[in-house]
T-cell receptor, first 117, second 111 residues
Framework: EAGVVQSPRYKIIEKKQPVAFWCNPI?????LYWYRQNLGQGPELLIR????????DSQLPKDRFSAERLKGVDSTLKIQPAELGDSAVYLC???????????????FGSGTQLSVL | RKEVEQDPGPFNVPEGATVAFNCTYS??????FFWYRQDCRKEPKLLMS???SGNEDGRFTAQLNRASQYISLLIRDSKLSDSATYLC????????????FGKGTTLSVSS
């Protein structure tokens, strides 16, 4: 079974440029998360989707970040414009059913390492 | 108070040692608890779920104390391959809410 697929693996951009990350969750997984992880820190939640609906985006910096999950499968996370402080690893994760205590285990993609210069 | 707090690391132990990690969470309504393992420059992977009655998987034992809002992970007979960062994960409240990660505790096992 294919795991969570993210691209690109690495991205280097200059500040003020836009950037986008793509995630394809495990087939059949309804719940999709985007996390940001800084060096030496745990993953920080940005947004969570149940199918195509964003059900928790309270920590997404909406002035520059946006996300979508059209058709409830693939998702993209965009930053425009990027700032130096956005340098981090952006992790996508999916679970079978985030609303079910027995099916909410997360499976992560390899992440996108973003460097903003 | 942070939603999930963990022991600051790093823990440096010799092979064969027993080591315990602690984690506290702030929301008494939380219902789901996990330990994830993250190797250097890799993505987090599920180590084990944590159940109310406590659970064991080989050398790993997880405990939950709801009254104290406290979770623990015990590793017995440490191996070099156990060297990693261990992340405590708790859901935000009632069933179906987001999973929140602690900062992680780094373990280094040496020969």
């Amino acid at each position: 079974e294919a795991g969570v697929v993210q691209s690109p693996r690495y991205k280097i951009i200059e500040k003020k440029q836009p950037v986008a990350f793509w995630c394809n969750p495990i087939s059949g997984h309804n719940t999709l998360y985007w996390y940001r992880q800084n060096l030496g820190q745990g993953p920080e939640l940005l947004i969570r989707y149940e199918n195509e609906e964003a059900v928790d985006d309270s920590q997404l910096p909406k002035d520059r970040f946006s996300a979508e999950r059209l058709k409830g499968v693939d998702s993209t996370l965009k930053i425009q414009p990027a700032e130096l402080g956005d340098s981090a690893v952006y992790l996508c994760a999916s679970s079978l059913d985030g609303a079910s205590p027995t099916n909410e285990k997360l499976f992560f993609g390899s992440g996108t390492q973003l460097s903003v210069l | 108070r942070k939603e999930v707090e963990q022991d600051p690391g790093p823990f440096n132990v010799p092979e064969g040692a027993t080591v315990a990690f602690n984690c506290t969470y702030s929301n008494s309504a939380s219902q789901s608890f996990f330990w994830y393992r993250q190797d250097c420059r890799k993505e987090p992977k599920l180590l084990m779920s944590v159940y109310s009655s406590g659970n064991e998987d080989g050398r790993f034992t997880a405990q939950l104390n709801r009254a104290s809002q406290y979770i623990s992970l015990l590793i017995r007979d440490s191996k070099l391959s156990d060297s990693a960062t261990y992340l405590c994960v708790v859901n935000r409240g009632q069933a179906g809410t987001a999973l929140i990660f602690g900062k992680g505790t780094t373990l280094s096992v040496s020969s």
